[in-house]
């Protein structure tokens, strides 16, 4: 097939930690390549933020990204760029005027709206990775999102040819936004499995940044620094764990959400134990999640939540809020809080260092869940299948792959 993917404001060759750069990066950028290997041509469109990359790159054999110079060739919070959505649309339906596509792939509400303006008679599907809905119920007046992004999201789902639901309590969103059940497949987000995998102790390379592990032990929180990732719930908690360490990982230490976790630790007099060590290259991540006792991701609500599966995959324990994806990747297989509840998270955190046996067994058995159904191969595979049933307008049937 010949696809092409819309990531409008998530670059796949982006440096991920960045307030607007994390999950659906790594996602899209993945299941591009795991496409292409099998056997697919796969362009990229996210919109170009700088003037100085070319207009198309290549990201791996069979995968270019594609700049589109649709608003200033600079970074725009993602919440301003609606705007430049139809100019962005009328740029994609001129280069695809003779390109023969056989699908679109639009990630994130605003890319599946350039889709459907761009697009005409070629199929869509919509991932949504993030819901207006959800985000309002949980943000109330601090949610940013443009007044018209819910009623948007609803009229994408009722002319995308298919949705790609990430997990299973996405589904019920979808379904009480009043799109149709049969429109909807969950296939849930991947991991690198040739990068993340668990390696005893005694075989890892020790890299002084992160092997320097307090007699308590080491807690990890890695991805976007943005409020509802709650790591101000795991700075409460770390008050009732005397002696562990805190890292965590994304961001840029200067930032205001940087400043504002830096300083609550400063005020529980945490300040040595609370690490804020801004973005780290995806290269490193394996060896900082293998060097943590446990991966804490807590927050007030997550689309998925890729941090975890990698942890899992890497055979370390987690511990996580009881939320959308982490209800699928980590029930049974790590242990699940309330958001929000430092307490509960402490008692967890504590019992779980106190028994090494407990952490290890939890770790293999993450290991062997993250492998069996989270390799992005079997992602692709899944994927594929969507797209062969929408090419041939076959039905789609509400089905959960791979959770």
């Known amino acids: 097939m010949k696809i092409a993917m819309i990531s409008e404001h998530a670059d796949p060759l982006a440096a991920i930690g960045g307030v607007d750069a994390g999950g659906q990066n790594v996602h899209v950028a993945a ?69 023969h596509l ?31 809905t959800v985000k309002r119920r949980w943000q109330g007046e601090s949610d940013t999102s443009p007044p018209h992004r819910i009623a948007t999201e609803r009229e994408i789902g009722q002319h995308a040819d298919a949705i790609v639901a990430t997990c299973s309590d996405e589904v019920g969103e979808l379904l009480a936004m009043g799109l149709s059940p049969s429109k909807i497949t969950v296939v849930p987000c991947g991991v690198a499995l040739d990068r993340f995998y668990p390696i005893p102790p005694h075989n890892q390379a020790h890299d002084g940044r992160w092997w320097s592990i307090p007699r308590g032990g080491r807690l990890l929180s890695i991805g976007r620094l943005v409020p509802r990732k709650g790591i101000d719930t795991v700075i409460h908690a770390l008050r009732r764990l005397p002696g562990v360490e805190l890292v965590i990982a994304g961001g840029d230490p200067e930032d205001a959400e940087s400043a504002r976790l830096h300083d ?33 991701t807590v927050p007030w609500y997550e689309p998925f939540g890729i941090a975890p599966v990698e942890a899992m995959a890497c055979g370390v324990p987690v511990v996580a809020s009881a939320v959308g994806g982490h209800l699928d ?43 069996l159904r989270y390799g992005w191969p079997r992602i692709a595979e899944q994927t594929e299948a969507v797209y062969e049933r929408v090419i041939s307008g076959g039905s789609l049937r509400l089905e959960a792959i791979g959770c």
Request: hydrophobic share 45%.
């Open 102 to 132: 056989d699908l679109v792939h639009a990630h994130f509400w605003m890319s599946g709206q350039a889709a459907l303006m761009a697009t005409g008679r070629i199929p869509v599907v919509q991932t949504y990775h993030a819901l207006g």
């Open 31 to 99: 299941l591009a390549t795991a496409l292409a290997e099998r056997g697919h041509t796969v362009v990229v469109h996210t919109r170009r933020t700088s003037p100085e990359p070319p207009d198309r790159v290549p990201m791996a054999p069979g995968v270019e990204v594609d700049y589109v110079p649709a608003g200033p060739p600079e970074p725009v919070p993602k919440d301003e760029l609606p705007q430049h959505m139809p100019h962005f649309a009328r740029i994609l339906r001129e280069r695809w005027r003779n390109e």
């Open 264 to 296: 609550l630790a400063d005020r529980y007099g945490l300040d040595g134990r609370v690490r804020l060590v801004g973005s780290v290259p995806r290269k490193d991540v394996p060896d900082l999640i293998r060097s943590a006792d446990a991966v804490v």
């Open 329 to 371: 990747t980590v029930a049974g297989w790590g242990l699940l809080v309330p958001p929000r509840r430092p307490v509960a998270l402490a008692r967890a955190v504590r019992g779980l260092l106190a028994d090494p046996a407990r952490r290890r067994a939890l770790g293999a058995a993450g290991a062997r869940r993250a492998h």
